[in-house]
């Protein structure tokens, strides 16, 4: 079986002993994310995806300091921030943005269609998942406005930088919420391509 195309983009970046914990990580959020859409997440235990992934409950929290991270864990920011910090700086800060969601999106898209589906059905069908899950968008969107200050000379906490952040999340998250109510039939990339043109547009109504 060939290895999906951004399990293979961050192995490259990863020496042999992150890339066996990446294999480990991976199989454990595999097996959590099958029970949780068979038997529901309250039912499942720590226990029932251990003995699924064929490790200890302790290696699981070694992984996973809580069963939400189970689902809502992933490997993804790194990997963005870094395509953002090599886009060409005569590049506006939307198509910026643009260039790293695309390749982002269409790559995690291509190799991990039905776990990202999943994942997103299940944050939008359990309280806990969304409250977790608005912690992790609020450190992705620090980490993105970070980049973004570094790209354009202004400090982190400047207003107007922290709210485009803010906006950019709003787009992405609303991209992908359409994407995961319409069953992953829309095309994900459209999605966010008019989300950013409305965002440059000056969001016109």
Avoid: N
């Avoid at 959590?32 to 409950?57: C, H, K, M, N, W």
């Avoid at 921030?81 to 390749?103: D, H």
């Amino acid at each position: 079986m060939s290895t999906p195309p951004l399990e293979r983009s961050l192995e490259q970046r990863l020496g042999l002993r992150e890339r066996k914990k990446l294999k480990t990580r991976r199989s454990i959020q595999e097996h959590a994310l099958r029970l949780f859409l068979e038997q529901g997440y309250d039912a499942t235990t720590v226990e029932q995806i251990a003995e699924a992934a064929e490790v200890s409950p302790s290696t699981f929290f070694r992984y996973f300091p809580t069963k939400e991270d189970a689902v809502l864990t992933d490997e993804y920011d790194p990997w963005m921030l870094q395509i953002l910090r090599e886009q060409p700086p005569e590049l506006s800060p939307v198509e910026a943005l643009r260039t790293m969601l695309r390749e982002t999106m269409g790559t995690m898209i291509a190799g991990e269609r039905q776990r990202i589906l999943d994942r997103g059905r299940l944050m939008l069908s359990v309280p806990a998942l969304r409250s977790r899950q608005w912690e992790q968008t609020r450190a992705t969107q620090r980490a993105i406005v970070e980049a973004l200050a570094e790209r354009v000379g202004r400090p982190a906490g400047d207003f107007e930088l922290q709210a485009f952040g803010a906006a950019l999340i709003a787009v992405w998250e609303t991209a992908v919420l359409a994407w995961v109510y319409k069953d992953g039939e829309e095309d994900i990339l459209e999605l966010l391509d008019r989300g950013l043109d409305f965002l440059a547009a000056g969001c016109p109504l």
